[in-house]
C-alpha cells in the first residue's frame, strides 16, 4: 500500500496504522467465513449471497447495538480481545428473538489513535463473537478522531442482518395462558446497566485485578466476563419444540424485557427462588445498597434470555437446550393479568 499523507499524520490521523491493523485482523475475519460470502474486507461494501432455499418468504431482520461503558472496564484492564463479543451478542441476541438466523455482521469502531494491536484485539473479539453465531463478518470501519476521543479509549458498535421465513416469525399474540417460561442463564452482567456498575464499584479507585473470593475471579474478571450468545440453541430449540416467544434480557431487567414477549392481558408469573443468580449480583446489590426491585429492573439477574413453549412442551424444551450447551431451567409461566411480570 503506497498511500500516505504525511500533512495527515500531523494532524493526528496515521492512515498506514489503518492498514496495518486491517492486514492483523484478516486472520481472524478469516475464521467468519461461511457459504455465501463473496467480499473479503477492505472493498466499498461487504458482499453476501442469499441462499433462500426452503425459505418460501423470506423476511429479513436487522439489529444494532453497541458496547456501552463496560468499555471503560476495558480500558482499565488495559484487556480489548472480549468486548467485541458483546458487540455481537446485544445485535444477534436480538435478531434472534424474532426467529431469524443472523447472516452478516459488520462492525464500527472509533477511537483517539489508532493502535494496530489494539484494533486487531477488538476485530478478533468480534469475528469470535460471529463464529459463536454462526454469521460472517463481512466487513467494517475503523475511524480515527484525533480531539474527539482520548488516545487509549475507542468506541465499539455493530450492525447485523438475518433472514427468517415469514411464516416462522416469532410472534408474542400467540403466547396463551398456561405456557412455560424457560430461562437460559446469563454469564453475568452481561453488557448492560454499567453506569450504574461503574459507579458501585468505584472502578476508577478500585483494583480491578485483585482477587475477590465471594466471585472466585478478580471483579475486573466478573465486570468484563463476554455476554452469552444464544443463536445457535434458540435456533436448535425452534426445530425441537413449537417456540411461542423469545426476549432478550438487557437493560430494564425483567420487568422491561419479559413484557415484550407477552401480549396484553398476559403476565410473567416467575418465583424469585427460582431464578438463578450468579454472586456478581448479589455484591452489586449490597454494595450499592440497591433495593431488589431495582435490581430486577436493571439487571438480567442471571437470566439471559427467556423462550416461551407450551407447557406440555417445557420439559423436552429444557432437555432440547442442554444437548446445545444451556443449563437451561424453567423459570415460570404465563397467567392472566396486565402486570406485565410478577415476582413471587
Known amino acids: 500500500m503506497k498511500s500516505a499523507s504525511e500533512s495527515y499524520k500531523q494532524a493526528g490521523v496515521d492512515i498506514t496504522a489503518g492498514y496495518r491493523a486491517v492486514e492483523l485482523m484478516k486472520q481472524h475475519v478469516a475464521r467468519t467465513a ?19 432455499t426452503g425459505i418460501a418468504r423470506p423476511v429479513l431482520v436487522s439489529g444494532t447495538d453497541g458496547v456501552g461503558t463496560k468499555l471503560k472496564i476495558a480500558f482499565l484492564m488495559d484487556k480489548h480481545d472480549t468486548v467485541g463479543i458483546d458487540c455481537v451478542a446485544m445485535c444477534v441476541n436480538d435478531v434472534v428473538c424474532c426467529g431469524a438466523k443472523p447472516l452478516i455482521f459488520l462492525d464500527y469502531i472509533a477511537c483517539g489513535k489508532n ?4 484494533i486487531a484485539g477488538i476485530v478478533k473479539g468480534v469475528s469470535e463473537g460471529c463464529v459463536q453465531a454462526g454469521c460472517a463478518l463481512v466487513g467494517g470501519e475503523t475511524a480515527e478522531m484525533p480531539g474527539f476521543y482520548p488516545e487509549d479509549e475507542y468506541d465499539l458498535a455493530g450492525f447485523s442482518v438475518g433472514v427468517v421465513d415469514r411464516e416462522k ?8 395462558a398456561g405456557d412455560a417460561i424457560i430461562a437460559l442463564p446469563s454469564s453475568g452482567l452481561h453488557s448492560n446497566a454499567f453506569s450504574l456498575v461503574r459507579r458501585v464499584f468505584d472502578v476508577e479507585k ?3 485485578k485483585a482477587w475477590s473470593e465471594e466471585l472466585g475471579m478478580s471483579v475486573g474478571e466478573a465486570l468484563l466476563t463476554p455476554t452469552r450468545i444464544y443463536v445457535k440453541p434458540i435456533l436448535a430449540l425452534m426445530e425441537k419444540v413449537c417456540v411461542r416467544s423469545v426476549c432478550h434480557i438487557t437493560g430494564g431487567g425483567f420487568y422491561e424485557n419479559i413484557p415484550r414477549a407477552l401480549p396484553a392481558g398476559l403476565t410473567a408469573r416467575i418465583e424469585k427462588k427460582a431464578v438463578k443468580t450468579p454472586p456478581i449480583f448479589a455484591m452489586l446489590a449490597r454494595l450499592g445498597e440497591i433495593p431488589e426491585r431495582d435490581m430486577f429492573n436493571t439487571f438480567n439477574m442471571g437470566v ?12 423436552g424444551a429444557v432437555r432440547a437446550l442442554h444437548e446445545n450447551g444451556e443449563a437451561a431451567y424453567i423459570l415460570g409461566e404465563v397467567v392472566p393479568g396486565d402486570e406485565g411480570v410478577e415476582l413471587l
Request: glycine share 16%; charged share 25%.
Open 304 to 315: 439471559g434470555m427467556c423462550a416461551i413453549v407450551p407447557s406440555d412442551a417445557a420439559d
Open 34 to 52: 461461511i457459504p455465501g460470502v463473496v467480499s473479503g474486507i477492505g472493498g466499498f461494501g461487504g458482499l453476501f449471497e442469499l441462499d433462500l
Open 115 to 118: 493502535v494496530p494491536e489494539r
Open 206 to 208: 478500585r483494583d480491578l
Open 169 to 176: 416469525i416469532l410472534d408474542r399474540e400467540r403466547v396463551q
